[in-house]
């Protein structure tokens, strides 16, 4: 199993900046795509952004230009930076990893426990 362990999740007034973490057990032989998704209360979960092992991203069209994601591959890691933060972007945000277990083996998604953004004054 791969285990996700995120952090960086907090309070923020509207128009703050939190940083979020997410680190990747070794449990595995290879990782894909990772991501953030987010779920709000009463809302299903959605896409934030996710990076692929080459770097190539994909941005949620509400989070392009205020939302940067990273990852380092040496160390399993990824971030996502988020700059201007709306009251609409206070949800559980989940760090998500596509790996392979084997070198043969499927590719299977993973999910850490979430972590709680909250944007208020």
């Known amino acids: 199993q791969v285990q996700l362990v995120e952090s960086g999740g907090g309070l923020v007034q509207p128009g703050g900046s939190l940083r979020l973490s997410c680190a990747a057990s070794?449990?595995?032989?290879?990782?894909?795509?990772m991501g953030w998704y987010r779920q709000a209360p009463g809302k299903e979960r959605e896409l934030v952004a996710r990076?692929?092992?080459?770097?190539?991203?994909v941005y949620a069209d509400s989070m392009k230009g205020r939302f940067t994601i990273s990852r380092d591959n040496m160390k399993n890691t990824v971030d996502l930076q988020m700059n201007s933060l709306k009251p609409e972007d206070t949800a559980v945000y989940y760090c998500?990893?596509?790996?392979?277990?084997?070198?043969?083996?499927?590719?299977?998604?993973?999910w850490g426990q979430g972590t709680q953004v909250t944007v208020s004054s």
């Open positions: 990076i692929f092992s080459g770097g190539g991203t």
């Open positions: 070794r449990n595995f032989f290879s990782i894909d795509a």
């Open positions: 998500n990893a596509n790996a392979k277990l084997t070198p043969r083996g499927s590719v299977y998604s993973y």
